[in-house]
């Protein structure tokens, strides 16, 4: 991405204030799709001017200001337009008094509109690829073409999605304030769904064939990390940060110089970010002790035993399979099932595994997907049925869509075929 | 998750089609306004129609590693006409536009209800394998 620097770069500053920005700027002219496209071009402008003339003594009220000129401007424009088509006589009436810098408005800043916007752009009127793409834009300040960038799709392609999505929210009449109360649980639970799918995304790419895209995955860890900072208290929100944490803490570990995928037992883990898993493990040593377990928590706190293991050999999975027994208790997902299945193999032997893997080829959500033939191909060789283990990889190869998991399974059915 | 829609309906002699020309330039509209509204949707890729398979090549690679050319072919051959990549939220959204590109209008506006393969592109793997 071209904004892509580190942090206290002037792109990382500026877009820290695009929510504070937005919500100034919808608050007084009450569009937020305008307002959104105003934003973008008053950080385009900061771009270019602030590099030269160094940084406003008040970012955040210069950004308010430069939207707003556009946002008047476009007013002006569009009355001057429909006068052209309209009588003036008639247009006078509707022609209405600019609004005005209210001076204190741009000192003072509503916190809760980081949190506003997100519930407007991971809306439920929103399909989950417009959600994802308004919320990078309108709350992480990204362009849209670092959006399209990241998705691999036309800038064009992406424009679109970004306005569809601006008219489903204009459509479904969402104000722009605070859900209420009652609210606000479902919604935020919508909100953490886009902000983990945004970090997985990052993580491991669904488009494309490289594993990892660090931008979208740095962004999600930074948006949750500003949902963390305004609702401290919530313990699904210190456990998606937490889960997202532990997990990026092994990107680096995660693929060899070729690209090849490594799985989590043949890592290096020295290559593991210390940091990102001692701040994870604080996160999530501090949620859990108010009790309320979800199901972030419950996956960060799997992901922290896996960290905590200096070598593979270490790893408490009797504590792992534990964790499962709970997910499993809380979500009929058959992938929570599946993993559970390891942790009981890795436990009490590939055997058992194997048995609750019979239970699995009958749901027809997971039933026939590749991930159950990898497991079993592993549960095979674990057991010395090589044949079997070479079977089930490779049909575990023919039915991936990934193409770094298929290089990693034929080369799993290779190495056993060679094997004498 | 992306998807390429294939129609794979061209035979090696086809040229172009004997249609009357308003059946013809019917044919043409619907193409083109479908590409639209993939466009407006936001989930076109790309979209691309090949030129007539009486032009096509099949090439091999020598043992001096140059070229060894194919063709002309077989009336019955089947070639690729076109192709559209989509990014959708599901293969069912997926299958929904191959039906839509698959009833382009033919002779009289009839629809042709062509087969289009539906293939996924590949991609990068979920977060943790074994």
Same mark, same amino acid.
């Given at each position: 991405?071209?904004?892509? %620097?580190?942090? $206290? ?30 934003? +973008? ?22 950004? &308010? ?14 009355? %001057? ?7 003036? %006589? =008639? ?19 509503? *916190? ?6 997100? !519930?407007?752009?991971?809306? #439920? ?28 799709? *036309? ?34 639970? %919508? ?17 494309? /064939? ?6 979208? /995955?740095?962004?999600? &860890? ?9 609702? *401290? ?63 972030? +928590? ?21 504590? &792992? ?9 809380? #979500? ?16 009490? $032997? ?61 080369? =799993? ?5 060679? @094997?004498? | ?39 407006? #949707? ?30 002309? !072919?077989?009336?019955?051959?089947? !070639? ?7 990014? @959708?939220? #599901? ?40």
């Amino acid at each position: 991405m071209s904004r892509e %620097a580190g942090t $206290g770069s002037l792109e990382q500053q500026l877009r820290e204030l695009v929510p504070g920005v937005l919500g100034a700027v919808i608050r007084r002219f009450h569009d937020f799709a305008a307002a959104e496209d105003a934003v +973008q071009e008053a950080l385009i402008a900061a771009v270019m001017k602030w590099p030269q003339e160094g940084i406003p003594e008040n970012p955040r009220g210069w950004l &308010i200001q430069v939207a707003s000129r556009r946002m008047l401007d476009d007013l002006r424009s569009n009355i %001057a337009r429909r006068r052209r088509e309209e009588s003036a %006589a =008639q247009e006078a009436e509707k022609v209405a008094p600019a609004p005005e810098m209210d001076l204190l408005e741009l000192y003072t800043m509503d *916190p809760d509109d980081t949190l506003i916007l997100l !519930f407007m752009c991971c809306h #439920s009127a929103l399909t989950t690829s417009s959600a994802i793409a308004l919320t990078l834009r309108a709350v992480g300040g990204l362009t849209t073409a670092e959006i399209a960038r990241a998705f691999l799709v *036309p800038e064009g392609t992406m424009a679109q999605r970004i306005s569809r999505a601006k008219q489903s929210i204009k459509a479904s009449g969402v104000p722009f304030r605070m859900p209420t109360e009652k609210e606000q649980g479902e919604r935020l639970a %919508a909100v953490l769904h886009v902000l983990y799918l945004i970090f997985n995304e990052g993580y491991t790419s669904s488009s494309g /064939s490289r594993v990892h895209r660090v931008e979208l /995955s740095s962004e999600a &860890i930074r948006l949750t990390r500003n949902v963390h900072g305004l609702l *401290p208290e919530n313990t699904e929100v210190a456990g998606l940060l937490a889960l997202m944490l532990l997990t990026d803490a092994r990107r680096e570990a995660r693929t060899n110089a070729e690209g090849e995928l490594i799985p989590l037992t043949k890592q290096d883990r020295g290559l593991w970010n210390r940091e990102e898993i001692r701040e994870g493990i604080a996160l999530l040593t501090r949620a859990l002790a108010k009790g309320a377990v979800g199901m972030y +928590q419950l996956q960060a706190a799997i992901a922290a035993v896996h960290d905590e293991a200096v070598r593979a050999e270490d790893t408490d999975w009797p504590q &792992i399979l534990a964790l499962y027994e709970l997910l499993r208790r809380m #979500s009929d997902n058959p992938m929570v099932r599946l993993n559970h299945a390891v942790a009981v193999a890795m436990v009490h $032997g590939a055997a058992q595994g194997l048995e609750l893997l019979k239970t699995l080829d009958a749901d027809t959500r997971i039933g026939g997907h590749y991930r159950l033939d990898a497991v079993r191909a592993h549960f095979l060789e674990m057991l010395g049925d090589r044949d079997g283990a070479i079977t089930h990889y490779r049909r575990a190869a023919e039915r991936t869509t990934s193409t770094p998991e298929q290089n990693y399974l034929i080369a =799993q059915a290779a190495r056993l075929s060679e @094997v004498n | 998750m992306k998807y390429m829609l294939m129609m794979n309906t061209m035979k090696a002699g086809e040229g172009v089609p004997a249609w009357p020309k308003k059946d013809l330039q019917a044919h043409v509209a619907f193409m083109m306004s479908f590409v639209k509204e993939l466009q407006e #949707s936001g989930e076109l890729v790309a979209a691309e129609g090949l030129a007539f398979p009486n032009q096509a090549k099949v090439v091999r690679a020598g043992k001096d590693g140059l070229p060894i050319t194919d063709g002309v !072919f077989p009336e019955s051959k089947e !070639f690729l006409a076109g192709y559209w990549i989509v990014d @959708v939220d #599901s293969p069912e959204r997926a299958y929904a536009l191959a039906a839509r590109a698959s009833a382009a209008p033919g002779i009289g506006g009839e629809p042709l209800n062509v087969p289009i393969e539906v293939r996924q592109v590949m991609s990068a793997p979920p977060p943790e394998m074994l």
